[in-house]
């Protein structure tokens, strides 16, 4: 059991790509905190992830729907929870546009549900915290797609007063949760913050993401396929560079605030795939019929999908100003000990 001298922390969906990196990082860094973390375990969670912290003392996993309200409140009172960091979330945009009521039952209901069972838990009643609960912080991760789409003119960002123009189910459902948070803090007073990231790459992504897919199916010598014309242009953000910012907003963000996190590193994806193919060229050099060849020839363009957003970017400067946070990695380094992981992985 915990030492009840620690805090308890609800962390959701960590056995996904981001909440992976964020345990082991937070676990780390804060000595006084215990994580109780509730995946449903549904394709994209994989508890290998999370084999370094498994027999870990301050660190708890229970399978579990965050929709499963009768759960959700077992665990606020059984582990007297003091905070809660949702990242659970489906994710996907192509599985979106195949199954968009998974995405508005987990995105929507579900982030639904823990709000309003942590205020319930917290709270005697609109904007008046119980006693030895004043210091509980709901925060919520979200995602730049919200914003829509960006023109081709690069000093067109993202930023935290950019109106919500959702273009997919995903960004759709992803944009109510954020709604919801909203209301629980202007409506009830609860203390939330929200934070919006750009595209996250790093260890521990699932397979079916981009940057995975390019370097598996490199590997593999399969084609590696591209949508479109391959000049979608994202802003990427290491993924342990997004739990530092997490973390500060979490602990310092001011109350009802959003915080866009981003890293200053836009690429095309034809870019994206033209650098890993470089690496990987250096690092494990292909040949084919004997003779040395770029792993450049397996990329192929493959018919677009819709409702496809040309450009996203973030404006950090917020998160940079008020709360000191910097990017460690930039693409170029990042992407790096990003290969080297998924070739220890794939090979």
Request: with cysteine.
């Amino acid at each position: 059991m915990f030492n009840n001298n620690n805090k308890t922390i609800l962390v959701t969906g960590c056995a996904g790509f981001i909440g992976a990196n964020f345990v082991p990082y937070f676990l780390e860094t804060h000595e006084n905190v215990n994580v109780v973390n509730i995946d449903l375990l549904t394709y994209a969670g994989d508890l290998e992830n999370l084999k370094e912290v498994e027999n870990h003392p301050r660190y708890k996993f229970i399978k579990g729907d965050i929709c499963n309200r009768e759960l959700i409140e077992f665990i606020f009172s059984e582990y007297d929870i003091r905070g809660v960091i949702h990242f659970a979330a489906e994710s996907h945009v192509d599985n979106s546009i195949k199954n968009p009521g998974v995405f508005v039952q987990t995105n929507v209901n579900g982030t639904y549900t823990l709000v309003d069972v942590a205020k319930k838990h917290w709270m005697n009643k609109p904007f008046v915290y119980k006693t030895e609960y004043t210091d509980c912080r709901f925060h919520h991760i979200s995602t730049d797609e919200v914003y829509g789409t960006l023109s081709d003119d690069l000093k067109d960002l993202f930023t935290e007063t950019t109106p919500y123009a959702p273009n997919s189910p995903y960004s759709a459902s992803k944009a109510s949760s954020d709604m919801i948070i909203r209301s629980y803090v202007e409506t009830f007073g609860m203390n939330c913050v929200i934070t919006n990231c750009s595209n996250n790459y790093g260890p521990k992504q699932h397979d079916e993401k981009l940057i995975p897919t390019i370097i598996r199916n490199a590997l593999k010598g399969n084609p590696i396929p591209i949508y479109g014309d391959g000049k979608n242009i994202r802003d990427w953000l290491y993924v342990l560079d997004h739990c530092r910012g997490i973390d500060l907003v979490y602990h310092n963000g001011l109350k009802g605030e959003t915080y866009n996190i981003g890293g200053r590193n836009e690429r095309t994806n034809l870019q994206i795939v033209n650098r890993i193919c470089e690496i990987l060229d250096e690092m494990e050099p292909r040949t084919c019929s004997g003779q040395m060849s770029s792993y450049k020839e397996l990329i192929t363009f493959v018919e677009d999908r819709a409702g496809h957003d040309r450009r996203y970017a973030i404006d950090a400067s917020k998160l940079e100003d008020e709360l000191g946070w910097k990017a460690d990695e930039n693409f170029d380094s990042g992407i790096v000990k990003t290969i080297q992981w998924y070739l220890g992985k794939y090979e």
